[in-house]
């Protein structure tokens, strides 16, 4: 069953925007990744974001958070400008004290999970909220069994990530996120290194989190899944978004020939 | 050989396997230990090695005294190493040109030079420094500060800390650097970071290289002998020069640089393991002596 939320969901007015990058530019050394990107993202809304290698899909995501900084524009989440701050009509970096707390705002998904291998299931998942948002533990760990099995990982919370599949260890990892009470959460293509048989594990948690309305950018290749689960798609080429809209319009009318073009490549 | 479609186990009969027998793994090891055997039979009967001097020197006081020093010197020295090592190590990876260049040119330097040369510098240190004036901390002459325990720590502890920070810069730099960027999503500062998720997993592959800096560590001390510290070989050394016993107390120094390396080795088995969390296989296949010693110390602390 496709469900259809862009209708009522996606473009309800009234919304406040979770994520706004206005002008976002970002080079490494010569080559400029990100030309000029805006965006809002509403919340509730999951966004997906496709495009070819290169395109700066990743890049943005990573701006996002400030795992990198921006050279030009400004990225907003829940009203805070991330990384900066305005004074004096410029927009200075702040200290990282203050960008840690923003980092708190988004729950990053890795494509390669990035579970802290010295740590159990349970101790990744907790070690942000007790040791870093200094949480009472005894509620934190309820509230993190609570999620892994959500993720369908109760029964491993002693394992170590060694021990798991990598569908597994990619829900551990979404656990994780989710731990930190996210305002939105951020998918680097989360299923890129998996198995393909894992695959499916996965974009299930995933989508069960959009259905119930969590705000989420998703990178990805997995068209199937954003047909299923985004109100919105993007498409990126070229450190730009060439085209975005209702997935239904953008998946199956591409006004842009680039996007038609990639979705014949990616859809044989 | 039957094909394979004639197979007999096809019925559902099972046969017993018959490994293959190995005849000159048998015939090598006899050999090394005729060899082995006829080495000792000849150190046994040894004519003028007197094995009874041995014994009688393995347990005086002097011989402990130089046992305790070349230990206290090797923890010193490894110490100060350490500290030196993870100090440059971090310092050559920072993003400040300044600071990595410095931790370049302190490699650069204490690895290119011999340690002996080194030895000697600190130790006489006083020819070009007479005085040594640090307001507010020492005030003396050079000769009194610069005692060969003191020379020998600076000598061996500064050389290590070259090694050891490469050692450490390498450990760090094994850590895929989407751990540090996990954490920092989470909220953490890079300091946390560092702490909590990048040095407990860059451990795992520094400790193993530690434990075998403090052995060598263990061995190399003996050098301070050149500069009149006595440690266990200067000690064994003055003996022999005044009862030309020298083989026999060789020996005996010997048998306890074994001794300790070998308790060395055990405390590092344990440490790898402690730090081995959420790695199942853990490192190097170890001889059948290691395990023979390591398996016969587990159960000994067991009963």
Known sequence: ?268 | MLPLTQSPAVGGTTYEIVRRKHPWRIVAAAVVLTILGLLAFGAANAQGLHWSVVGHYLFTRVIFTGLLRTLELTGAAMLLGLCLGVIFGIMRLSHNPVLSSVAWLYVWAFRGTPIILQLFLWFNLALVFPHIHVPGIVDASTVKIMTPFLAALLGFGINEGAYMSEIIRGGLMSVPPGQTEAALSLGASRAWATRRVVLPQALRVILPTIGNETLGMLKLTSLAAFIAFNELFGTTETIYYSNSQVIELLIVAGAWYLLASSILSIGQYYLERKVGRGFQRGGRNRTLFEQLVIRGWVKLRGA
Request: glycine share 10%; hydrophobic share 45%.
């Open chain 1, 1 to 268: 069953m496709a469900l259809d939320f862009s209708a009522d969901r996606a473009f309800a007015e009234g919304r406040p925007d979770v994520v706004e990058c206005h002008g976002v530019s970002k080079s490494f050394g010569n080559v400029q990744v990100l030309r000029g990107v805006d965006l809002q993202v509403r919340e509730s809304e999951v966004l997906c974001i496709l495009g070819p290698s290169g395109a700066g899909k990743s890049t943005l995501l990573r701006c996002i958070n400030h795992l990198e900084g921006i050279d030009d524009g400004w990225i907003k989440v829940a009203g805070q400008i991330i990384g900066y701050e305005l004074r004096g009509g410029k927009l200075h970096e702040l200290p990282e004290r203050v960008i840690r707390h923003q980092r708190g705002l988004c729950g990053m998904v890795f494509q390669h999970f990035n579970l802290f291998p010295h740590f159990t299931v349970l101790e990744n998942v907790m070690v942000g909220p007790v040791e870093l948002q200094k949480e009472p533990k005894g509620q934190v760990e309820s509230r993190a069994r609570g999620f892994l099995d959500r993720v369908g990982l109760g029964d491993k919370v002693a394992a170590y990530p060694a021990q798991l599949s990598g569908g597994q260890q990619q829900r551990v990892a979404i656990a994780r996120a989710l731990a930190m009470n996210p305002r939105v959460l951020l998918f680097d293509e989360p299923t890129s290194a998996l198995d393909p048989e894992v695959v499916g594990e996965v974009l299930a948690v995933m989508l069960e989190l959009a259905q119930e309305g969590r705000t989420m950018i998703v990178v990805t290749h997995e068209v199937g899944f954003a047909r299923e689960a985004a109100d919105r798609v993007a498409f990126m080429f070229n450190g730009k978004i060439a085209e975005i809209g209702p997935a239904k319009n953008v998946l199956e009318k591409p006004s842009e020939a680039r996007t038609a073009e990639f979705l014949a490549h990616v859809l044989v």
